[in-house]
C-alpha cells in the first residue's frame, strides 16, 4: 500500500522508526547516565524482533499491530504527565494517517463520532501537491523556504461545535530522498518554480507523482485556535459583500456557535432608522436569522414606548446581557415583555446597541436555550470585531444608498463634460417617453475603439516612511510615560513593566497587533490611571507632565500622532498640489481634442485619458490628436516633477515623486457603471490593459532589483519599437527646451505575472 495520501502526492511513503532508533543508539553509547542506557538499551532489544519498524513499511495495518511497541518506544515523545493536556500524535506528513495519540486528543476524536474523519482544511488538489513538491525542496535541496500555509483540522465536539486547530509538525525523524525515476532540478528550475508556485502542472513535470521516497513519521501537535478562526472567518463574512448580489454568508450562525462556543445559538440584527425613529429588518438576513426581541420591540411596543427605549440606548448604549432568565427579578418577569422569552424558549439572550459616532446605528441580539451560556464574557469577546460589524453596515447602507438613488433618480449623475452629450441624448429619449405615456429603458453608455493614456506620479517610499514614523511616534510617547511614571513610583511598576514588554516589541519583533494592544493598554488601563492622578492630590509638577503628556495624545487614537500627522500633512500637501496641476493642464487639453478623463488621488496621483472619434463624433479625428495629447501628457508630468522639486522644501517631511507613462496602442472600450458612477474598461478582452497598469507599479529593471521608476527621472513603458521612436522625438523636443537632460537609458521590464517583451525609456530632468 504505497499511496497513503487520499490526493496524488509525488512520494511513495515508508513508515519508518529508524532515525529515532539511531537516536537510542546514540544514548545506548554515548549517554553517561545508567538508567538511560538501560532504557535505551531496553526498547532497541525490544525491536530487534520486528525489522520491518526499522527497514519501513507500508502496510497501515502493522501500526495497529505493533501499536503497544511504538507506544513504547514513542514514550520519550509523548510523556505520560502530558497526555491529558496535549493535543499531539504520530503521523504520515499531510496524510490523514495518525497513531500513537494523546488522552486528550483521543478523547476528542471520540466526540467528534465514529464516522468522522480527520482532515486537512481547504487545501486543494493542485494546492496539496505544490506542498508535497516544497518540502522536497526544502529538505532534499536545502532552499531556505518556509512555508507560510497554516495547516488546520477542523474537529466537531459532541455539541456539534466545530472546534479548530492549528497543526504544528516536527519532521526530525523523516527522510527524503529521489528514486530512480526522478529529476534533480537545477538551482535554475528551481528558482522558475518558486516563482509559479500556482502552476501544478510545471511542478508536476519536474517532480512526477510518486517519483521521491519519504521515510520516517512526524509528530503532529494541535492547538485550539477556534476563537481566532472563527474571528477571522466573521471578519471576512462581514467584508465580503457583493454590491451587484447582496447576500450574506449563510455560515455566519455556524460561525458565531464556534466563536461564542454556544451549541445553539440565534442571531438577529436590525437598522436603526434615525429620521422615523424605527427598526428596519435587513432584506438579506430576513430568511437565516431569527430576530425574537427585536420583531417584539417593533411590533409590540407603541409608538411613545419605542422612542423612548431608543432615546434611553442613545443616551446610554450599554448593551442588555441576561445569562439566566429564570434569575430575573420578579417584577420584570410580570412585564408583557417577559412572555417573548419564554414563548421562544430564550433563557439566555444579548441586545447590544451598535453606536457610531454616540449615534445608535443598529442593534443586534443574540438569544439561546441554553441558560447561562451568554454572559458578560461573551460580550467581551464582541469587542474585538465590533469594527469590521460597523464596516459592513456602512457597507450595506452605502450600496444600499446607491442602488435606492439610481431607482429614485431614474438618470445618471458624476458625468464628465466631454461625454455629457451622449448622457443627454438618453434621457432626452426617456422624458419625451415619458410624455407620450410609452415605456423607455435607459441604455447602457459606452464608448468604443478609444485609445489609453496612462500616467501617475507616485510618492515613494511613505508606506516604509509611515511604518518608520509610527514606531517614532510609539517609542516617543513610551518615553514620556516611562518619564512620568519613574517620577509617581507608587503602583506604577506594572506599567512600567509593560511599558518595557511594549518597547522591546517595537523595536525588535513588531506584531501586526503591537498598535493596537497597545492602544488597548493606553485606553483600558493607563489614561485612566493618570486621569485618576489629575484629580488627586498630587505635586504641581507631576500634574503639569500629566497635562502636557495628554495635549500630545490624538484623543480618536490616544497615541501619539505628531510624526505621522506630518507626514500624513505632507502626502495630502502633494497630492493636491499634482491634482492641481493636473486638472489646471487638463483643461488645455482639451481643447486640442475633447476627451474622457479622470484622475485618483491615494499615496500620489495617477490619471487616465481615453481619445477617440465615438467621444466627438461632429469634429475632425485624425491618428495626430493622440501624438499631441500624448506630447502634451509628457511635459505636463515633467512640469509637475519640476515643481515638486521646489515645492517639497516647505513639506513638514520631504518627499519625492516617482513618475511613470504608460503607451498602449491597442483600442479599447469603456463603459458607465451605474453602480459606481464612473466609467470603466468595458469587456474581458480588455481587462489585459488593467492587468498591466496594476503590474507595472512596483515593476523592476529586468535582471536587476532596481525599480523601473525613479525620482528625478521620467520611466515611459511601452511594447514596441513603434512606441521608442514616437516617444525619442518628444524627449528631443524637451530636450531642446532643457527640460530633460541627455541620459537616455533604454531598459527592459522584467517579466510580470502573465506580461513580457515590456521595454521602457528613462531619463533625467533638468
Same mark, same amino acid.
Request: aromatic residues 12%; hydrophobic residues 40%.
Given at each position: ?81 502530558? @497526555? ?27 466526540d467528534a463520532g465514529k464516522d468522522f474523519e480527520i482532515e486537512l482544511r481547504n487545501i486543494g488538489d493542485d494546492e496539496f ?575 536587476? @532589483? ?61
Open positions: 500500500m504505497s499511496n497513503l495520501y487520499k490526493k496524488d502526492a509525488p512520494f511513495q511513503v515508508i513508515i519508518s522508526f529508524k532515525k529515532y532508533l539511531d537516536v537510542l543508539e546514540h544514548i545506548k553509547y554515548n549517554d553517561r547516565l545508567e538508567y538511560r542506557v538501560n532504557y535505551a538499551e531496553s526498547l532497541i532489544d525490544k525491536t530487534k524482533k520486528f525489522q520491518e519498524l526499522k527497514d519501513g513499511f507500508q502496510d497501515v495495518s502493522l501500526l495497529e499491530k505493533h501499536e503497544e511497541l511504538i507506544r513504547l518506544l514513542l514514550a520519550d515523545l509523548f510523556p505520560t504527565g502530558l @497526555t491529558n493536556n496535549e493535543i499531539k500524535a504520530a503521523s504520515i506528513p499531510l496524510s490523514k494517517v495518525t497513531f500513537n495519540y494523546t488522552e486528550r486528543f483521543k478523547d476528542i476524536l471520540k501537491y505544490v506542498f508535497c513538491c516544497c518540502l522536497i525542496v526544502q529538505s532534499y535541496f536545502k532552499k531556505d523556504i518556509r512555508s507560510t500555509m497554516p495547516l488546520y483540522y477542523d474537529i466537531p465536539n459532541k455539541q456539534g461545535i466545530m472546534k479548530h486547530y492549528k497543526i504544528t509538525v516536527n519532521s526530525d525523524f523523516t527522510d527524503i530522498y529521489p528514486t530512480q525515476k526522478a529529476q534533480i532540478p537545477t538551482d535554475d528550475i528551481l528558482d522558475m518554480l518558486l516563482e509559479n508556485l500556482d502552476d501544478f502542472r510545471l511542478w508536476k513535470k519536474y517532480f512526477p507523482p510518486k517519483s521521491w521516497i519519504l521515510k520516517g513519521f512526524t509528530i503532529v501537535s494541535l492547538v485550539d485556535c477556534t476563537t481566532e478562526v472563527a474571528l477571522s472567518d466573521l471578519k471576512s463574512s462581514m467584508i465580503q459583500i457583493d454590491p451587484e448580489n447582496l447576500a450574506p454568508d449563510e455560515n455566519l450562525i455556524e460561525i458565531f456557535k464556534s466563536y461564542f462556543d454556544v451549541a445553539q445559538l440565534n442571531f438577529g440584527l436590525m437598522l436603526f432608522n434615525k429620521k422615523d425613529q424605527r427598526l428596519d429588518k435587513i432584506p438579506i438576513y430576513e430568511n437565516l436569522f431569527t430576530n425574537h426581541i427585536l420583531d417584539f420591540w417593533i411590533n409590540t411596543f407603541d409608538e411613545e414606548t419605542r422612542k423612548n427605549t431608543f432615546e434611553n440606548l442613545n443616551n446610554n448604549s450599554k448593551a442588555i446581557v441576561i445569562s439566566n432568565v429564570d434569575k430575573m427579578e420578579q417584577e420584570i418577569k410580570n412585564q408583557p415583555s417577559f412572555s417573548i422569552l419564554k414563548e421562544n424558549n430564550i433563557n439566555s439572550f444579548m441586545v447590544i446597541p451598535i453606536m457610531k459616532d454616540n449615534e445608535l446605528l443598529a442593534i443586534m441580539e443574540f438569544t439561546s436555550p441554553i441558560p447561562n451560556s451568554l454572559n458578560g464574557l461573551k460580550l467581551k469577546k464582541l469587542e474585538f470585531f465590533t469594527e469590521m460589524i460597523l464596516f459592513s453596515l456602512n457597507r450595506f447602507s452605502f450600496e444600499k444608498n446607491y442602488q435606492i438613488e439610481a431607482i429614485i433618480q431614474r438618470e445618471y449623475t458624476s458625468i464628465h463634460d466631454s461625454v455629457v452629450w451622449k448622457f443627454r441624448n438618453e434621457a432626452e429619449k426617456y422624458f419625451n417617453a415619458s410624455l407620450a405615456k410609452k415605456i423607455y429603458t435607459l441604455k447602457q453608455i459606452s464608448f468604443k475603439n478609444l485609445t489609453p493614456l496612462f500616467g501617475f506620479s507616485d510618492i515613494r517610499s511613505s508606506s516604509e516612511k509611515r511604518f518608520n514614523l509610527m514606531l517614532e511616534d510609539l517609542n516617543r510617547q513610551i518615553d514620556c510615560l516611562h518619564d512620568i511614571f519613574s517620577v509617581i513610583n507608587s503602583d506604577s511598576e506594572k506599567y512600567l513593566l509593560a511599558l518595557e514588554i511594549f518597547e522591546n516589541e517595537l523595536n525588535n519583533e513588531i506584531k501586526a497587533d503591537t498598535e493596537q494592544r497597545f492602544q488597548r493598554l493606553l485606553r483600558d488601563e493607563i489614561h485612566p490611571y493618570l486621569q485618576g492622578k489629575l484629580e488627586v492630590r498630587t505635586t504641581k509638577e507631576i500634574k503639569k507632565q500629566i497635562s502636557d503628556y495628554f495635549g500630545q495624545v490624538f484623543t480618536q487614537t490616544d497615541l501619539f500622532y505628531n510624526s505621522r500627522k506630518s507626514l500624513d500633512d505632507s502626502i495630502t500637501l502633494i497630492n493636491r498640489k499634482l491634482a492641481d496641476m493636473l486638472d489646471e493642464s487638463q483643461a488645455k487639453a482639451q481643447l486640442i481634442f475633447p476627451h474622457y478623463y479622470e484622475r485618483f488621488k491615494s499615496d500620489g496621483v495617477e490619471h487616465n485619458l481615453f481619445i477617440g472619434p465615438n467621444i466627438s463624433p461632429d469634429l475632425h479625428y485624425t491618428s495626430k490628436v493622440v501624438h499631441q495629447l500624448r506630447y502634451w501628457q509628457l511635459k505636463t508630468i515633467c512640469r509637475m516633477e519640476q515643481e515638486i522639486q521646489t515645492f517639497k522644501k516647505d513639506l513638514p517631511i520631504p518627499l519625492d515623486i516617482a513618475s511613470l507613462i504608460f503607451v498602449y496602442n491597442e483600442k479599447i472600450d469603456i463603459r458607465f457603471r451605474m453602480d459606481e458612477k464612473r466609467f470603466d474598461v468595458d469587456g474581458a478582452y480588455n481587462s489585459y490593459y488593467e492587468i498591466i497598469k496594476k503590474r507595472i507599479d512596483k515593476a523592476h529593471i529586468k535582471n536587476s @532589483t532596481e525599480r523601473i521608476t525613479c525620482p528625478g527621472k521620467i520611466t515611459i513603458v511601452y511594447f514596441g519599437m513603434e512606441n521608442q521612436k514616437e516617444y525619442l522625438q518628444y524627449i528631443n523636443k524637451l530636450q531642446k527646451k532643457e527640460i530633460l537632460q541627455a541620459d537616455i537609458e533604454f531598459l527592459k521590464v522584467e517579466d510580470l505575472q502573465g506580461i513580457t517583451g515590456l521595454l521602457a525609456l528613462r531619463v533625467s530632468l533638468v
